[in-house]
């Protein structure tokens, strides 16, 4: 089983950036779509942004695009969150996640069957 672990979260004012990194264990981490996902207090877990096992294709939510950007180090095993002008409606909870099969690019949340513990991001206004 995958380990993924979150990292680059924090408390920061609107308008502000922060990267998040998730490191993954194993030595197939480049045969998987990787995503990243958040849950506010009160509400469900949401999809945000998915890169496929090459880094050639990515998706995004609409509340995403045009500020976030996702990325991957295949030679790191890591996959990166790259937000910037951070809203305070984008206060939550972050998750990395694997999709449960290779060569397979997805965003839905179903598809994605290991999860990390999640690093919190907090934005003040």
């Known amino acids: 089983q995958v380990q993924l672990v979150e990292s680059g979260g924090g408390l920061v004012q609107a308008g502000a950036s922060l990267r998040l990194s998730c490191a993954a264990s194993?030595?197939?981490?480049?045969?998987?779509?990787m995503g990243w996902f958040r849950q506010a207090p009160g509400k469900e877990r949401e999809f945000i942004a998915a890169?496929?096992?090459?880094?050639?294709?990515?998706d995004y939510a609409d509340s995403a695009k045009g500020r976030f950007t996702i990325s991957r180090d295949n030679a790191k095993n890591t996959v990166y969150l790259e937000m910037n002008s951070l809203k305070p409606e984008d206060t939550a909870l972050y998750y990395c996640?694997?999709?449960?099969?290779?060569?397979?690019?997805?965003?839905?949340?179903?598809?994605?069957?290991?999860w990390g513990q999640g690093t919190q991001v907090t934005v003040s206004s």
């Open positions: 890169i496929s096992w090459s880094g050639y294709i990515s």
């Open positions: 996640a694997r999709v449960g099969s290779r060569w397979y690019m997805s965003h839905s949340e179903a598809d994605f069957n290991s």
């Open positions: 194993g030595r197939t981490f480049g045969s998987y779509t």
